[in-house]
């Protein structure tokens, strides 16, 4: 996102009625931030304040006073703190500064509220961070419209739009007949998961949108019209507070689904062919929509809800053909109602636009399928001939939601056909507009979502595969089996199921989690043969090796070149033009090896999967479990792409994203569109020439200086996770049991396959336990030690300014740094009776934040990044009061556990939560 030029001061003291309050925010005004952000999150703290005082005037004075002490403890930005700073036996300093009173009153304040009024008080932060959020979001919408409103379509290119400036660059370096057969390839495939990472439950999901929208349309109003969408924010604002922050339970996978349906209704349909056509309209010019598109359908969306079953009892194979059930009648509907209103549109008289003869064949066709549909509309044929195909066509549609096997499309490939065939005979009147407007928009919808919405991939765990098949082969197909062997037998028939009803692209992949060798995809192909009695029956399976722990990065090459032994590998390498798949998993590899290890085995696993794929004539495609939090491996995607190995990209880049991420990257139709065209500009331009030569050179430059560092951090790592006690010390000074009880998910925190320590934790909790400490530990942990070790900070700058992936790295470490806070993660250690491992953690903290800070050249961290760095300063404060909320309540909780009732336990653990949704809220980094 570019900034805007200049900024404003934070200074709200005119919108607030509490002195003190307004005093704390006046002093805050070192930050600067632009004028319009300044102005929506003065106008929603006015607005909650007054929400809170109509509540309860003691509430708000309560909100008011905590209010102004965060701030003031804030005061400087401490962030972190000296390690030798004085402190008591609960970390809360001691020092006589104004910024460690400020702190201590603020903790005091807290102490003092009775659990039924921190609950409130919690809501109203956690309230005001939501806005807070939609405040930085509308801001960068604005943004990005501005930039639009720059830009001349006489200007050589639109330097607003990322994928243009890719294929012009291309274009520069490859000519064009290379550069054509590059975006022919060029496919952006996310991956939407069910990883419980999103703490916002959906009715608050409903009401931040509807708050948005008002916030969109308060710049443009006055008087009365003002006046009312004041009046509605309030309404909207009030039922916020008011509204628990966590859910109820925990969802099933089949409401999980609707997530994504919600997010396909509400951006995805209508703005995945918005971005091709902003393609179209810069390479095509005024030619734009009245020729043949020149961008081709390359958003690839799939999707684990329903169908991921690795560690999640709740998934079986009757929920994951109720989930394909309910893609499939939505999308088709979808594209109905789509259908039906572009043939009501399509008013060209035949007399002018006379109609071709492949479209008078396709109406006899339509005659001879159902005479009855075509009966509707046949007055219309000789006068509009191209709406009467389109409306029966779209009763073709119905009927194939329907599932209506007189009338039904069987593939969208057919679908595909007619719209072409409707196209063609436009375009041959004269209607080039029409064809290549309304029909060609819903010609990529159906390329790109065909009749499944999102590609179901199934993924289960290499052990229970081989569990089942020594259970089959002990008591025989059709014997006494144990209940989960025969629910993988069920999955595989579910699989099959699903595509013969809906189409191999709705569940044609398998995921084969802690693969360590070929047999484990021999396994799979096994069981899908074991699963039914005819052959004809056994779907048609691309089964992906998901390589995640350390050891498996660096055997990885090994194990594909004993699948390529495998007959099925043969066999369907032959099927797919020899493509295959191989998935990375970074979050596991980062938990189990530490940040620093996982980024440097990634890299090099991808290095030799790409030289392996050309040895051997594989198309691969790598699918990078990154997730959202730094911690998994996440951050910009744009710029991740970019940093990857020469042939590892391949014009093909696929991710999974989940939680909060998804609502991030794909809640807003403008930031959905921005993101789409940033993540396939980076997978475009990764191929060209210049950008694989800084990445092979930079990487072969400082491969010595990356081994060292990658030496250094590795045993600090596991160091501090093989010392004894650690696994225990770690759930005590973190709200680790606490996460898991937060209904976030249908899935468990752990695997469930029977270990009892952290090798078992998934990797979520892991890094959510640590966000929730603001001490971030799962992204930088070792770094600050190998940087000392290798104790060269000019090779480490020169590193950063010409190593792609170092730099992505270090930024994405400053990040994640820029979330934690020192005096905080104080208490939080000091929930444990390990001092030693308390010290070590904060040492490191400090350590990693010095080395990161004197690399990227920032006196503070995200200087650099000028509104993302003045926005996380600008909400740490806030964060803070619900950080000691919680470090608070857990102390209490935890000492307390004997004398409390199970009621007061219960209320305690409902505050707990309502700390994790709002801090997830302020940090936006859940896990």
């Keep these: 996102m570019a900034d805007l030029e200049g900024g404003t001061p934070l200074s709200l003291d005119r919108h607030l009625g509490a002195s003190d309050t307004a005093e704390a925010i006046a002093s805050y005004t070192e930050i600067e931030i632009p004028e319009s952000l300044r102005d929506n999150l003065a106008l929603f703290l006015r607005l909650e304040r007054k929400v809170l005082k109509e509540y309860d005037p003691v509430i708000c004075d309560l909100f008011d006073r905590l209010f102004n002490s965060v701030i003031r403890a804030n005061e400087g930005n401490p962030g972190t703190v000296a390690a030798d700073e004085p402190t008591d036996g609960q970390g809360i300093p001691t020092a006589d500064t104004d910024g460690a009173q400020a702190f201590r009153q603020a903790v005091e304040l807290i102490d003092a509220l009775p659990v039924d009024q921190a609950q409130v008080v919690v809501r109203a932060f956690t309230s005001f961070f939501h806005l807070a959020n939609l405040s930085e979001e509308n801001y960068r919408v604005e943004t990005l419209r501005q930039l639009e409103r720059d830009v001349s379509m006489e200007s050589a290119v639109d330097t607003s739009n990322e994928l243009i400036v890719a294929y012009n660059r291309l274009l520069e370096e490859v000519g064009p007949e290379r550069t054509a057969a590059l975006l022919g390839r060029l496919e952006f495939h996310p991956v939407f998961t069910a990883h419980p990472t999103e703490a916002r439950r959906k009715a608050v999901e409903g009401k931040i949108r509807r708050i948005a929208a008002l916030l969109d349309q308060h710049p443009h109003l006055g008087g009365s019209a003002l006046v009312e969408n004041e009046r509605h924010m309030l309404q909207e604002i009030d039922a916020l507070v008011r509204t628990s922050p966590t859910e109820l339970k925990k969802p099933t996978p089949l409401e999980e689904a609707d997530t994504i349906i919600d997010i396909f209704d509400n951006t995805l349909f209508d703005t995945v062919p918005q971005v091709y056509r902003r393609f179209d309209d810069w390479v095509l010019g005024e030619d734009a929509g009245s020729v043949p598109p020149v961008c081709p359908a390359f958003f690839r969306p799939g999707s684990w809800i329903g169908s991921d079953r690795d560690g999640n009892p709740n998934v079986t194979a009757k929920v994951s053909r109720r989930v394909a059930a309910k893609y499939f009648a939505h999308m088709v509907s979808k594209l109905a109602e789509a259908c039906r209103t572009i043939g009501r549109n399509l008013t060209l008289e035949s007399r002018h636009t006379a109609p071709s003869e492949d479209l008078m064949n396709l109406w006899s066709h339509l005659v001879e399928m159902s005479e009855t549909l075509t009966e509707r509309v046949a007055a219309d044929l000789g006068f509009e001939p191209h709406r009467a195909v389109m409306l029966v066509m779209a009763a073709r549609l119905e009927g194939t939601a329907g599932r209506n096997t007189d009338i039904m499309y069987h593939a969208p490939e057919e679908l595909v056909a007619d719209l072409r065939t409707v196209q063609d005979s436009l375009a041959r009147a004269g209607a080039n507009r029409a064809a290549y407007g309304p029909v060609q928009t819903l010609i990529w919808q159906v390329e790109t979502f065909g009749f499944h919405m999102v590609e179901m991939e199934f993924r289960q765990h290499s052990l229970v595969h081989e569990r089942a098949l020594a259970d089959i082969r002990a008591h025989g197909v059709h014997g006494t089996l144990d209940p989960v062997t025969r629910e993988v037998l069920d999955t595989f028939r579910a699989i099959g199921a699903i595509q013969k009803r809906y189409g ?59 699948m390529l032994q495998l007959p099925p590998v043969q066999r369907r390498l032959e099927q797919t033009g020899r493509r295959m798949e191989v998935m990375l998993g970074y979050s596991d590899s980062s938990k189990d090896a530490g940040p620093v290890t996982a980024t440097l085995a990634l890299h090099s696993a991808q290095e030799r999967i790409a030289r392996w794929a050309e040895e051997h004539a594989i198309d691969v495609v790598l699918m990078h479990g990154r997730g959202g939090a730094v911690g998994r491996g996440g951050g910009p995607a744009n710029r991740a792409v970019l940093a990857q190995p020469k042939g590892s990209v391949n014009c093909r880049f696929k991710v999974t994203e989940q939680g909060e991420v998804i609502f991030a990257r794909y809640g807003n139709r403008s930031l959905a569109l921005r993101h789409i065209e940033s993540v396939a500009a980076a997978t475009l331009l990764n191929s060209a020439p210049s950008v694989e030569r800084v990445n092979t050179e930079a990487t072969e430059r400082y491969a010595d200086a990356a081994a060292r560092l990658n030496e250094a951090a590795h045993e600090r790592y596991l160091d501090l996770l093989h010392t004894d006690g650690f696994a225990p010390w770690f759930s005590t000074v973190t709200p680790l049991t606490e996460v898991g009880l937060l209904p976030i998910g249908s899935r468990p925190a752990k695997r469930g396959l029977g270990a009892q320590s952290l090798d078992d934790l998934r990797t979520i909790p892991w890094v959510f336990s640590w966000s929730q400490a603001r001490i971030n530990l799962a992204a930088w942990y070792g770094l600050g030690t190998a940087c000392e070790q290798l104790d060269d900070l000019e090779l480490l700058r020169r590193a950063y300014r010409e190593w792609p992936l170092f730099r992505t790295f270090i930024d994405n470490v400053e990040m994640s740094i820029a979330k934690t806070d020192g005096r905080i993660a104080k208490m939080y250690l000091a929930l444990g009776d390990r001092d030693d491992l308390a010290q070590t953690v904060f040492d490191e903290m400090q350590l990693t934040r010095s080395w990161a800070l004197a690399i990227v050249g920032d006196e503070w961290p995200l200087e650099h990044r000028r509104v993302l760095g003045c926005a996380i300063r600008v909400r740490n404060p806030y964060v803070d009061a619900l950080s000691l909320a919680q470090v608070r309540a857990l102390r209490f909780v935890r000492s307390q556990r004997e004398e409390l009732s199970d009621e007061a336990k219960a209320e305690y653990l409902a505050l707990i939560l309502a700390t994790v949704t709002g801090v997830s809220a302020g940090l936006q980094n859940t896990g």
């Design 504 to 562: 191999q692209k709705m569940a044609r992949r398998y995921i084969v989690s802690f693969t360590k060798s070929a047999a484990h995809m021999a396994d799979v192909y096994e069981l899908a043969q074991l699963a039914f009695s005819h052959a004809q029956d056994v779907p048609e399976l691309d089964v992906i090796p998901l390589f995640e722990q350390l050891e498996d990065l660096e055997n990885c090459v090994d194990v594909l070149d004993e």
